[in-house]
């Protein structure tokens, strides 16, 4: 069975920093991977996916991933934040055969300060 | 865009009541689920389901049960509520390819 860890239930930085949340994931089959972000008060948002192709996928709001086959991990970055990017991040995988069913990490709350 | 509407936001109810939530999308997905979010935990699947009248059991279905009845409807059911279950529930549709749309989310306290 697959499985996501997130490596940091929290991230602080200051706005205009880079930041960088880590996502590794198990799997002994080739994987789909996902990040989503859920603001304060809302449901959860597609941020981007990788399903095949080139390894950096460019996201919204100006996040971007990079999928490493060879150290199972897919981390988000975003070189500037904002105030409005505080939000929880989940890192989901799931197998390709079985596509529709999403594993998810346990989240990093991303906090920033002014 | 693919909407998912969760029918309430929040929800209050005994101990041992009979609860209904329930989801509702608007692009013909054939995917639907169920996850409750607890903090540190991340997402948990319930059930989900892959066409009308088909379920399938998640990582966490024990004390649930669900309903699809029609393609666009995804009932999820607690038969007997207990404190335990208070948490926020989260319904999400899908096609093959992957990537969920979800809904609001529906923050059930039971007391």
């Known amino acids: 069975a697959q499985s996501v860890t997130q490596l940091d239930s929290q991230v602080p930085v200051f706005e205009e920093a880079p930041v960088e949340l880590r996502c590794n994931y198990s799997?002994?089959?080739?994987?789909?991977l996902f990040w989503y972000v859920q603001y304060p008060n809302q449901g959860l948002q597609l941020l981007l996916k990788y399903l095949s192709g080139s390894t950096l996928v460019k996201g919204i709001n100006g996040f971007e991933a990079e999928f490493n086959k060879s150290q199972t991990s897919f981390h988000l970055r975003k070189p500037s934040v904002h105030i409005s990017d505080t939000a929880e991040f989940f890192c989901a995988v799931s197998i390709i055969q079985v596509a529709q069913k999403l594993v998810f990490g346990q989240g990093t709350r991303l906090t920033i300060n002014p | 865009d693919v909407k998912v509407t969760q029918s309430s936001r929040y929800l209050v109810k005994r101990t041992g009541e009979k609860v209904f939530l329930e989801c509702v999308q608007d692009m013909d997905h054939e995917n639907m689920f169920w996850y409750r979010q607890d903090p540190g935990l991340g997402l948990r699947l319930i059930y989900f389901s892959y066409d009308v009248k088909m379920k399938e059991k998640g990582d966490i279905p024990e004390g649930y049960s669900v309903s699809r009845e029609k393609k666009e409807r995804f009932s999820l059911i607690l038969e007997s509520a207990s404190t335990n279950q208070t948490s926020m529930y989260l319904c999400?549709?899908?096609?093959?390819?992957?990537?969920?749309?979800f809904g609001s989310g529906t923050r059930l306290t039971v007391v």
């Open positions: 999400a549709s899908s096609l093959s390819t992957g990537g969920y749309t």
């Open positions: 799997s002994s089959v080739s994987v789909y």
